[in-house]
């Protein structure tokens, strides 16, 4: 049902981002504790900096973004797959002025896994899409939520298959920075 609240929302453009400052360590690792459960059986790795500056973001939407794609991974990959969140920091991008769409703000979650068939890739991120073969279960809302969620705070988000096996998600926003060490 929330999945649904939350799709009708997004299509008649209610959800308007209310963007703060996040830590974004904290909020992974807020996820990744809401998840313990469904994460017992897999090797979860977090890569984050400690200097890795504030974000301006939107808390509540990036943590319901990071928590679909994990939960996703813990369901959908093997016991024992690896499943991998990191937060980079591209420090010399002008969010003014950005022609290439290189983001300040990047995140990638990747797992180990049988990753996507690549003729259903294109398709993941549509509305009550379903890969075929998958296990029963779900509405095939989650990805398109999160699809836009990340476009509702002017990010992009993309998937792809990694050569050795698995996915990873990479999540690009045009977020606005504030070093730690200035806040003290």
């Known amino acids: 049902v929330e999945n649904l609240l939350n799709m009708s929302r997004l299509e008649t453009g209610v959800i308007q981002p ?9 909020l992974i690792y807020n996820v990744l504790g809401h998840l313990k459960e469904d994460l017992q059986f897999h090797k979860v790795a977090v890569e984050v900096e400690d200097s890795l500056p504030l974000f301006k973001l939107d808390y509540g939407l990036t943590e319901q973004i990071i928590y679909n794609l994990v939960y996703n991974a813990s369901q959908y990959t093997p016991k024992g797959a690896k499943i991998e969140v990191k937060v980079d920091y591209n420090p010399d991008v002008d969010v003014d002025y950005n022609p290439d769409k290189i983001m300040p703000c990047l995140i990638t979650i990747s797992d180990d896994g049988n990753g996507f068939p690549e003729a259903e890739i294109d398709k993941v991120f549509d509305k009550f899409y379903r890969l075929q073969n998958s296990k029963t279960g779900g509405t095939g809302l989650g990805l398109s939520i999160v699809k836009g969620f990340v476009e509702a705070q002017n990010g992009i988000i993309e998937l792809n298959n990694k050569e050795e096996g698995g996915s990873v998600f990479t999540i690009g926003f045009p977020a606005l920075v504030m070093n730690t060490k200035e806040i003290s």
């Open 18 to 26: 209310k963007m703060d400052w996040c830590d974004l360590k904290e």
